[in-house]
């Protein structure tokens, strides 16, 4: 990255991809095999184990579950930040022409799922705040297996995959934002808005030692957690002060792509091992086929595709959007078909919205199984 222009990065390669993938799904299998092992104590040990840090009077302590959700993913959305920013400013979204047809396609993959999930659980008040579980898109795996058909694969189909899933991020955590928080703290929220300030002035600064951003960074994401307010959205508000370029260097790009393998092999694979222990003992088929799960499953398997597939088609067929180069109608139904991959993103909105351990187990089989029917199907 060092050497590329202020802006892009240097493409990742599909072998880099399908490693990636590969160390989700070792990471998910370990978890499901350990808890349905004689083992299983040691994984609930280690799970629900409480880590504590204290400075002064002042500390926090969490079980090391919630270390993972509420402070490991963080990098995961800085990551994502990064991305959204870079695209937008240089990328492939940085034109109203180019953006249309993913923000469009984007938009209804939200929609269509949400609806099929309302479909099966509105008016429930267990179930009802689940509905965002099914709207997100895990790019990482919809990109790996869409790297595995090679050169099969037009080029412009593969950004707009890319393109679709940075909008389906971004709304995403608008809706964690908006939706999954609750008892708001204005004291902090304020403490977190005067640290986005301080970076954003360094930003204005010029600034090129990435030292106070990290310092700053942790006191937003302090502030944030503190707040009531998802603390992996700190990650977001904090990338998103970053500058792109210093006297010409690249800025932005360098530490994206210093993240990315951290990110793919490490944060990821980890919060999978730690919300992928299915206890099959759990599961009954009335907790697999109830509401919540069928209205997950089927979002993701039946609702991804005909919101990605029947927006975009509007929009191109309206003049809004433009169909990419080289990329058919079958191409298109086959990436909507793989929007529906929402491994990880759906399993993190899904530790959000249900607090029982046995709707919570049906829900986390639901997304795998849609996600992986999903993926075989694109």
């Not at 880099?16 to 370990?30: D, E, G, K, N, P």
């Not at 970053?242 to 010409?248: D, F, R, Y």
């Amino acid at each position: 990255a060092a050497t590329a222009d202020a802006g892009h990065l240097p493409a990742d390669s599909s072998a880099s991809t399908r490693h990636a993938a590969l160390a989700v799904f070792a990471a998910m299998s370990i978890a499901f095999i350990w808890v349905n092992s004689p083992a299983v104590g040691t994984y609930d040990f280690i799970h629900h184990t409480p880590f504590s840090i204290q400075l002064g009077e002042v500390g926090l302590s969490k079980p090391l579950v919630d270390w993972i959700n509420e402070g490991l993913m963080v990098f995961f959305f800085f990551a994502v930040g990064l991305e959204i920013k870079r695209e937008v400013l240089v990328g492939d979204l940085a034109s109203p022409r180019r953006i249309a047809l993913p923000a469009i396609g984007a938009l209804g993959g939200m929609l269509a799922p949400a609806a099929i999930y309302l479909t099966f659980n509105a008016g429930n008040p267990d179930t009802e705040h689940g509905w965002a579980v099914p709207v997100a898109t895990d790019i990482v795996l919809a990109l790996a297996v869409l790297s595995v058909l090679g050169a099969r694969v037009p080029a412009s189909l593969k950004v707009f995959l890319m393109a679709l899933a940075v909008f389906d991020d971004f709304g995403t955590l608008a809706v964690i934002a908006l939706f999954y928080t609750e008892g708001v703290s204005l004291v902090s929220l304020t403490m977190a808005g005067f640290g986005l300030a301080v970076l954003i002035g360094f930003n204005r600064m010029r600034i090129s030692n990435m030292t106070p951003y990290v310092l700053i960074g942790i006191f937003v994401w302090v502030a944030v957690l503190e707040s009531g307010v998802h603390a992996t959205i700190a990650g977001v508000l904090v990338a998103w002060t970053i500058p792109l370029t210093i006297n010409g260097r690249p800025v932005l790009a360098v530490i994206e792509a210093g993240m990315k393998p951290w990110v793919a092999y490490g944060v990821v694979p980890i919060f999978a091992f730690f919300n992928s222990g299915i206890h099959l003992a759990g599961i009954t088929p009335s907790s697999l086929l109830g509401p919540a799960s069928l209205g997950a499953g089927l979002g993701l398997f039946l609702g991804k595709p005909l919101g990605v597939f029947g927006a975009a088609s509007l929009a191109v067929w309206s003049g809004l959007g433009k169909r990419p180069f080289g990329v058919s109608w079958l191409h298109l139904l086959g990436a909507s078909f793989l929007a529906g991959v929402g491994f990880t993103i759906s399993l993190f909105v899904a530790a959000l919205a249900f607090d029982s351990p046995t709707a919570l187990q049906g829900v986390t089989l639901s997304v795998i199984i849609g996600s992986t029917l999903s993926a075989v199907t694109g």
